[in-house]
């Protein structure tokens, strides 16, 4: 338990887990976290409404039952870089499966909701289906508004990174507000490229795998040759 914080007082598994992350804004805060560190103000950007009292709040709390800690800025003595421990890392394979759960929540009426490129990520992230991640090794770089993210595939498993690739074999290129919806089934990957709100580029047999892997099995159909498929251009 951690320090002056309320406790179920249960003998639990699931109860001892939300005494550490089950106050409002906690697992968002570790959203933030996932897939890269960042700086209080970047959180503070990406988690509006949450106030900068009650962030610092829900990082000592994390702090405190070892799931976060502060690093040092280089070339900046004051700043402070937050990143997930290794216990917080253990993170990462239930937020995307609660993610892919709250989902089927989400409808038309939310969408004039904030969106920030790493929700966007995640959302992929709670796509992709372990039994077809491909056992090959390839770089898969979303490029999501401004900014860039990778999921790299090696031996039946999957990694997760924010930044770019020197030498992806497929890029996929989309809005974030475009990723969520397609998370949320509110609008079809088919959909999605024949308008060109979605863009892949990269060897065909890469992109068959990728699209496979997200579930994407209209797309990925082994039926119908990329050149034919809308939005579909192959990297030179």
């Not at 106030?51 to 990082?59: M, Y």
């Not at 979303?142 to 790299?152: K, N, Q, S, V």
């Amino acid at each position: 338990m951690v320090a002056g914080k309320r406790d179920y007082g249960q003998f639990c598994g699931l109860a001892a887990g939300l005494n550490v992350v089950g106050e409002r804004w906690t697992l968002l805060v570790i959203r933030e976290l996932l897939v890269s560190p960042a700086r209080f103000n970047e959180m503070m950007d990406n988690l509006p409404g949450i106030g900068p009292n009650l962030l610092a709040e829900r990082l000592r709390m994390l702090a405190d039952a070892g799931v976060v800690e502060q690093l040092p800025v280089v070339g900046d003595g004051r700043g402070k870089l937050y990143q997930l421990t290794e216990r917080g890392a253990e993170l990462r394979t239930p937020l995307p499966a609660l993610t892919r759960w709250g989902m089927a929540f989400l409808g038309e009426d939310d969408e004039d909701g904030v969106v920030r490129p790493k929700w966007a990520f995640l959302a992929i992230q709670a796509m992709v289906r372990e039994d077809a991640v491909p056992d090959v090794h390839e770089v898969y770089e979303f490029r999501i508004g401004d900014e860039a993210f990778l999921i790299e595939v090696k031996q039946g498993e999957a990694a997760f990174a924010s930044g770019g690739a020197a030498d992806p074999d497929v890029v996929v290129v989309g809005d974030p507000r475009t990723f969520v919806r397609l998370g949320a089934n509110v609008v079809t990957p088919f959909i999605a490229i024949a308008t060109g709100r979605v863009r892949i580029e990269g060897d065909p047999d890469a992109i068959h795998r990728c699209t496979r892997m997200l579930g994407w099995s209209e797309v990925a159909r082994s039926d119908l040759p990329v050149s034919n498929q809308a939005g579909f251009r192959n990297s030179p």
